[in-house]
């Protein structure tokens, strides 16, 4: 944080925090009715746009190519008519989504007839600062305006071409509408020096969400002096007790491991109760094996695996805190709860922990003594998210304490203030 | 932040921290009954070991005075009988209220049968740094447990010996109940290196609560890498408008700024629209002036205020942007209910904005436009306070805009986690 920064960029990127504050301004007083419509025009500003976007997205596919992009990042990278009409459309379903500002938290009238409620408003200037997928883009476009935040956007450098083209069809389409072009900003240029910038830009940015790897969201919780909200790094456990039903069990490993492996509630570590181990881990660990996924374990687990023809590694201390994003898991035989309970204490990085069992007890200790945005019991850990859970959209998983934890939706976008109304009265 | 801390102090905020991690895991699963029974044993204990706490008070007042601390601040460091009952008392308050750990505050069994809710639980590991009031010690102790956290307490040197002592009393009555000594902690040695070992024990400490003067509470923001919970520096401000009630207007100017003048919810500045202006100063400040308030204003307040026999002092543009904590208050008359909001746009510290009116839409307005913790209409700025919003205790103001805004409960001193209970549920 001592290296100075470029001044150029530092102005430039409090120039856009400063247009951004303004907008907000109007954007907080907006109904539910111009900000839908916005969100609708928006939709329809991409669907009629889709060609040029496709044809700047075409040049940032074209650049990875050229710098040996994997194609698997190529592949998040793309937009083609579809992915740009998915786009639009999510952004009309967040309009139809309710609105959160307004809405009455609690409130009650005082004794001296002061009448208090706490009302949801909208934060203010919100950034984020993401990796390679031009959707982000739209989502938190759509979620800031629809929540009456300006949000100023740093997106990856693989998607830039792609970005500024979304950005100048979102800003067109909020320019029709009569709302401010600097509601949405995107920071296109300055490397890393713009992200310091707006890592520092405390007081101009209320709030700073990265969205990413985990190397991402450490050095912005670092190096931001802007308050951040630390999403999604999940080391994901499935505990299967000695009192589990080991078909659900086993249902719930492979799903959890297996139904999207590079997402942050994906499971990455298995722990088996060792009276179980013998008669759930060969199953499941062929299983396992024939969707490719690879075990890493100890002398223990290796027999397993062999047996069940599964690809092995021996596990280092870092395997069991790794958080894969791939086809790996992490697993060890426990001899209790609490061993599974001190594991889980050690390894976690507080996303989601799932136990599967039948026992009463011992779903009760799981979800009071494990410390984790989710606990669950009996379920995959794939269900924490936003979408899952109702929200109809999500801005990220938040795995910190504070202000927000687990999926955020719109709600989480917000702030409160107390409104105090009065007939003169004063304090004795 | 590059300047090394001692190591030695660092690895003795670290051995707190890590006890008080690990003392936190017990309290998590205490039950309001158990805590409720620590909080009386504690009140009891202050009661019973009175003397020796204002002994240990007595050093401090001692060697106040050598080093020449103002008689006001000897008074508010100073502990006697009386206010040693009520420290306890205020702590048998704390275990009447409601536990807020494990209250539900959302919940629903989704569409394939996953019954998901979630949860206020305990933040874990709570840090507060504040200045001389020994009385502070007590009470965040007692809330940090009431809300199953444990606490770091950090307090201003010239309470030390008062503070230890407080300590040893509470630790004591802990143990006495079976609860771990290391639930209340006190970093009494260390100086500065000690503040700043707290300020970056990220990931030992879970949250950081600055109550004090705004030079401690910017160097706390500044320089933390906890998250930090910024507290209570207040600009508030009293608009009078032009279709205000006069009367009521001038009740509530005058109590804002003169009922309590040390704290941070008295009004700071008036701004007087112009149409008022000549019927309402002439006795607003002939009372003001009576309680012994001086005016900070340009020359056409100055005119006014010699009027009424106030004392005057030109204001400065730091003037308009002061706390003064003191028997002083800017002046401005503005043309218009815009000009006002423009104002506290500009100088407010977003803690409490009051506007006295009559007129629905100017109310309206002020609601909606006004960004603070909390905007009044007709009423004192001073009834910004949790004992006055009916939470029952308080831990401080927040006037940031992330997890808690306005007065602090002991709801703000909980996180969430969501509990996912299924029978074996996958994605599909």
């Known amino acids: 944080m001592a290296e100075s920064i470029d001044p150029e960029i530092t102005a430039h990127v409090a120039g856009l925090a400063a247009g951004a504050r303004q907008a907000s301004r109007s954007l907080a007083l907006l109904s539910r009715a111009d900000k839908d419509a916005a969100l609708r025009a928006m939709a329809d500003a991409l669907d009629t746009a889709s060609a040029e976007i496709i044809a700047a997205n075409d040049k940032d596919i074209a650049r990875g190519r050229a710098n040996g992009l994997a194609e698997g990042l190529v592949d998040r990278l793309r937009l083609d008519e579809a992915r740009v009409r998915a786009v639009a459309e999510a952004l009309r379903d967040i309009a139809g989504l309710p609105d959160p500002v307004g809405e009455i938290v609690r409130g009650s009238t005082l004794a001296n007839g002061l009448q208090i409620r706490q009302v949801r408003v909208p934060i203010g200037v919100v950034a984020m600062i993401y990796e390679a997928r031009p959707n982000v883009t739209v989502d938190a476009a759509g979620l800031a305006l629809k929540s009456g935040n300006a949000v100023v956007l740093r997106g990856g450098s693989a998607a830039n071409e792609s970005n500024r083209a979304l950005v100048v069809v979102l800003r067109g389409a909020l320019e029709s509408q009569g709302l401010p072009a600097a509601s949405i900003s995107l920071i296109d240029e300055g490397g890393r020096d713009a992200v310091r910038a707006l890592m520092t830009a405390r007081g101009q940015v209320d709030v700073l969400i990265p969205r990413g790897g985990a190397d991402l969201i450490q050095a912005v919780v670092r190096e931001s002096t802007v308050p951040v909200i630390e999403t999604g790094v999940g080391n994901c456990h499935v505990y299967v007790d000695a009192r589990a039903d080991l078909d659900k069990a086993q249902a719930i490993v492979v799903n959890s491991k297996t139904h999207r492996v590079s997402v942050c509630n994906a499971a990455e570590s298995l722990l088996v109760h ?142 409160t203030k107390w409104v105090v109304e009065g007939d003169g009265q004063i304090r004795h």
């Open 274 to 415: 060792r009276n179980v181990a013998s008669s759930f881990l060969p199953a499941v660990l062929a299983e396992l094996a024939s969707a490719g996924v690879t075990i890493h374990g100890d002398s223990e687990i290796e027999v397993y695996a062999k047996e069940a023809g599964a690809a092995f590694t021996p596990a280092t201390d870092e395997d069991f805190a790794r958080e894969y994003l791939s086809l790996d898991i992490s697993t060890r035989i426990v001899d209790s709860l609490d061993e599974a309970l001190a594991h889980v204490q050690r390894y976690s990085t507080g996303h989601t922990e799932a136990i599967v069992t039948e026992d009463r007890g011992a779903a009760r200790r799981w979800i009071a003594e494990v410390d984790a945005a989710a606990v669950m019991v009996n379920a995959s850990t794939r269900f924490t998210d936003g979408g899952e859970f109702g929200f109809g959209a999500e801005i990220g998983i938040s795995t910190q304490k504070l202000h927000a934890r687990g999926p955020m939706g719109l709600s989480e976008l917000t702030t």
